[in-house]
T-cell receptor, first 109, second 117 residues
């Protein structure tokens, strides 16, 4: 079942700009993960942040986690047209993933 | 990471019929999962499929509607039975895989897009 919410629901930015999206969740977690989905296809795993971590980087991606607020953010820097996709956060508790509602990002050339 | 394939990639079916979706992984995994993604929605877990035992279904999903097989550690099937237009969704399988130093994560197949007329 969906555990949390993401905002914004949709985001439109110019190529080269940064995109930030937020995720909130409700229960304790083992880790939080971000996935990307292009045009209703399979999900691509982007980055994982453990519950005892506060920030993590991977290439142009930066993820933060605030367990006291039960929230996370994903920042994509220097966006490209190929970043156009839906982005989902998912929390792992035991072995089950619970997904947020997702943020649809459109990067305009 | 694991490489996962699904068959078929898409299908259009008539109401009242059934469709079996296959999921193949390139390595042995203990836990496999089946998700549904309704149009414009997020993913919802249908069931967890472990080899050698019956699948565990989430609330709102029943075995009669979504029978699952898990004959070995690299393969699983999900059947969508007695389909109605409300079953039109993308169905995705995933596997639980440990990430070195990071805990567990799930890798997803490319999905099966099902349209029921």
């Amino acid at each position: 079942s969906q555990q949390g919410e993401e905002d914004p629901q949709a985001l439109s930015i110019q190529e080269g700009e940064n995109a930030t999206m937020n995720c909130s969740y409700k229960t304790s977690i083992n880790n939080l993960q971000w996935y990307r989905q292009n045009s209703g296809r399979g999900l691509v795993h982007l980055i994982l942040i453990r519950s005892n971590e506060r920030e993590k980087h991977s290439g142009r991606l930066r993820v933060t986690l605030d367990t006291s607020k039960k929230s996370s953010s994903l920042l994509i820097t220097a966006s490209r047209a190929a970043d156009t996709a839906s982005y989902f956060c998912a929390t792992l508790n035991d072995y089950k993933l619970s997904f947020g509602a997702g943020t649809t990002v459109t990067v305009r050339a | 990471s694991a490489v996962i394939s699904q068959k078929p990639s898409r299908d259009i079916c008539q109401r009242g019929t059934s469709l079996t979706i296959q999921c193949q992984v390139d390595s042995q995994v203990t836990m496999m999962f089946w998700y549904r993604q309704q149009p414009g929605q997020s993913l919802t877990l249908i069931a967890t499929a472990n080899q050698g035992s019956e699948a565990t279904y989430e609330s709102g999903f029943v075995i009669d509607k979504f029978p699952i097989s898990r004959p070995n550690l690299t393969f699983s099937t999900l059947t969508v039975s007695n389909m109605s237009p409300e079953d039109s969704s993308i169905y995705l399988c995933s596997v639980l895989t440990p990430m070195a130093g990071d805990g567990n994560t799930q890798y997803f197949g490319p999905g099966t897009r099902l349209t029921v007329l």
